[in-house]
Nanobody, 114 residues
């Protein structure tokens, strides 16, 4: 079992910045951030592998950066130039090291509004 602790959400004005963090209680392989807006399906925002290969949703490319501290099992999502359409609950997702099972964080609310 892997426990995840997320932090960093909040209310920010359009054009503002936020950084989310997610700390895992054990060694993990792939790490990712998803988000779910009201009335919409959960979608992948960004992911990073143990080899630091990164993927981004088209809607966040150039604005968001995912990075990880491999030694501490922490993944970050740096979000710049935030837009109202980025408003959602953001969830951390990780895959246990050497296994196929994945784990979700509790979610952290990001609201972009004037």
């Amino acid at each position: 079992q892997v426990q995840l602790a997320e932090s960093g959400g909040g209310l920010v004005q359009p054009g503002g910045n936020l950084t989310l963090s997610c700390a895992a209680s054990a060694n993990v392989d792939d790490m990712a951030w998803y988000r779910q807006a009201p009335g919409k399906q959960r979608e992948l925002v960004a992911s990073v592998t143990t080899r630091f290969l990164k993927k981004y949703a088209d809607s966040v490319k150039g604005r968001f950066t995912i990075f990880r501290d491999h030694a501490k099992n922490i993944v970050y999502l740096e979000m710049n130039s935030l837009k109202p359409e980025d408003t959602a609950v953001y969830y951390c997702n990780v895959r246990a090291q050497g296994r196929d099972d994945t784990y979700w964080g509790q979610g952290t609310q990001v609201t972009v509004s004037a």
